[in-house]
Structures are given as C-alpha cells and as structure tokens.
C-alpha cells in the first residue's frame, strides 16, 4: 500500500546520518510525498549509502537494466540519490535527508516545499537534532587564527580550498528556503563551496557553477566579513564547506536551542576576553551566531564557554584585541575522521541505527 510505502521509507531516512523522525504533525509524510514517487520510494529502499551502477542494482533486483538506469537518473535529477559520473559509467547511492536530499532540493525548492520543510525542521527534526553531534564542524575564520599557533590543514578554510584540484559554488538552501519564506537575512546567498564528486553533481544538474581558487578564497573573505561560520563536512578531506549563519542555517538553529552548544559540534576552539582590554562596544555580542556572549556587571564581554563553538567570529571585529582566539587542551580535541562515511557510521550508530536498508535487512 502506499502508505506504507512512505511509511517504510521515513524509517529508512531515519538510519542515515541525524536521520528523519516522525513528527507529531505527520508533516513528514507530506514532505516524502512530495519528492517522491511510489515507485522512486521503492527503489530508494533497496538503495545503500554505498555507490552502484545500474547493472549491478538491476541484477540485484531481477530487473530490466536500462529501465533502473533510467529511474535511477531521473532519482538523482530530482536529487533523491546522489550520483557519481566517471566517463561513461554513472554510480548511484541513497541520500541521507541532512546532508543530503534538503540540499539537493536548490533547483526545485518552492515556497510551498519551504514551508513543509520549517515545519519538520521546528519540530521534530530540531528536537532530534538537538540531542546529538551534528555532521558538520565549525573551524575557525581564517583572520582569528593566532601567529604564535598552527592549526591542522583541515581546520584552516583556506587551506582546504587551496587542496581542492576542481571548485564549484552554490547558493545557500537555507537562504533560499527562508527567503521563500520571506525570512531572509541579509547574508551573502552564493557561498557554499564544493569539491571533487560534489561539485560534479552539483554542477552536473546547474545547481553550482565551477571557479577558480582565487574566487573562492575571495568568498571566504566575504563570508568571514559578512560574518558567516565555516562549516566542512565532518571529515579531514570533506566534498564541500558551508558558510552558515544563525538565522538561517538549520545546523546552527538547532544547536542554538541546546543549552550547550559546545558540546555537541566538533570544535577545537574557543573565544577569551581581556576584561582590561574590553571597552563594552558590544560588536562581538551581534557577531556570535550561538548567542555565547553577555555583557558582564562591569560592562565588559564575559564568554559562556558552554555556548563557544570556536568559530572566532567574535575576534575579527574587536578593535582592541580584547578578543582572541584558543586551541582546546590536547585532551579536549576531536580530530575528525578520515572519510565522510564514517562519520555517516558513526552517528548513526550513537542513535542505535543500521546503515543497512531495511528492505535487504528483511530480506524483501
């Protein structure tokens, strides 16, 4: 029954990275239904995080191949699968919902779409969401990086762009989906970075447009001054960085209502104050996208280093230094992972989920 269908489909989201819960509302559903198909939720549930070429998902199926070729293709236009193009060979995978299939929705997103979306992302999304590490890492601004440091390449924007051999950028769907919503901020729109498969993809289906370095790291500049948080995915080599705002940003929004922040997002930094320093101008509390910074009794900036996510934005606009940027203990770092996949693993196994399709897990 179609019903069911969706039904089986929510809870296949639901394994993948900080998954798809029901919501009170049954929105949801809604949302399924929207993108897909009956027949596209059916494939989706014999599809895996792992990539295949069509021959191989028909032969597993017992299907005509050039007709799940087909399918498969039409499944990653409407970005409900990722897909990889080398040569003439084409491989397809299931999109986890965040980050993933909400994303791939630039070309297509209606304010229709963005209203069913900020309904699940202000219920049980964002209450889900809020309980767990989310998968992308908050790394420093490049100008709050102190001399007398080093930070690892993967912690170094600049540094990640520069290690990238082909770059593209997109907009920002969050802008895009709160500006439907006519809740736009005033933040910069084409800002998401991307590299290697992704930025294929992206670009594959005129969602992002390939650049230079030069223009990249020109982004970053503008980014850092309109004061835009970098975000990579959580890996040491990620396929692409966001550069989100609180207002907007569904990652930052969540995070927003834990008490504390810190400890759910991989950081390895955090703001100090000079309180001899600080002249109370009040720039850095407008700054802070987590709202980790208070005027003190003595009319100076006071850090809640529950809130500080390390993202040093504070730092760039204190005119008398009296903000500055740390490293973490040694023993208080998070080094990311290797490869995105196990970062995928990983949260899914701290929500006691299975990787595995349901549909092969129960052998249908």
């Known amino acids: 029954m179609p019903e069911n269908v969706f039904r ?24 399924l239904k929207r993108l897909f198909t009956e027949t596209e939720a059916e494939m989706y549930l014999n599809m895996s995080l792992m990539l295949e ?18 399918l498969l293709d039409e499944m990653a236009e409407k970005g409900l699968l990722f897909r990889v193009r080398k040569g003439n060979e084409a491989k397809y995978g299931a999109a986890p919902f965040v980050v993933g299939i909400y994303e791939f929705q630039l070309k297509t997103m209606d304010a229709q779409l963005a209203r069913l979306f900020e309904e699940y992302f202000e219920g049980a999304f964002s209450d889900q969401g809020s309980k767990q590490i989310v998968p992308m890492r908050t790394i420093p601004v490049n100008k709050s990086i102190g001399v007398s440091w080093k930070v690892a390449p993967y912690e170094d924007a600049r540094e990640i762009v520069k290690s990238k ?4 950028v997109a907009d920002c769907i969050c802008r895009v989906q709160q500006g439907l919503l006519e809740q736009y901020c005033d933040k910069p729109l084409e800002v998401c970075l991307l590299a290697g498969s992704h930025a294929e993809y992206y670009v594959g ?5 390939w650049i230079k370095h030069e223009e990249a790291l ?24 966001c550069n989100c705002c609180g207002d907007c940003c569904g990652m930052l929004r969540t ?3 834990h008490p504390r922040p810190a400890e759910m997002v991989v950081a390895n930094h955090f703001a100090r104050v000079d309180e001899d320093l600080c002249v109370g101008c009040e720039v850095c509390l407008d700054r802070c996208q987590m709202d980790a910074i208070a005027m003190g009794d003595e009319g100076t900036a006071q850090v809640n ?18 903000m500055t940027l740390e490293p973490k203990s040694p023993e208080d770092r998070r080094e990311p992972p290797a490869k995105a996949q196990l970062t995928l693993m990983e949260l899914a196994q701290k929500r006691g989920k299975s990787l595995v399709p349901l549909a092969i897990m129960k052998g249908s």
Do not use: H, W
């Open 305 to 322: 280093l529950d809130r500080c996510i390390g993202c040093g934005l504070c730092v760039t606009t204190c005119d008398t230094e009296a």
């Open 165 to 168: 051999d082909r770059l593209a």
């Open 255 to 257: 995070l927003k209502k």
């Open 53 to 70: 070429t069509p021959e191989s998902v028909a032969g597993r199926l017992k299907q005509d191949s050039a007709r799940v070729a087909l």
């Open 8 to 31: 089986r489909l929510q809870e296949q989201l639901d394994q993948y990275s900080v998954g798809f819960p029901v919501a009170e509302s049954g929105v949801e559903m809604k949302i």
């Open 218 to 241: 020109e982004i970053l500049d503008k980014c850092e001054e309109a004061g835009l948080v970098p975000q990579p995915f959580n890996a040491v080599n990620p396929g692409g960085m």
């Open 205 to 209: 289906r005129g969602m992002g447009r």
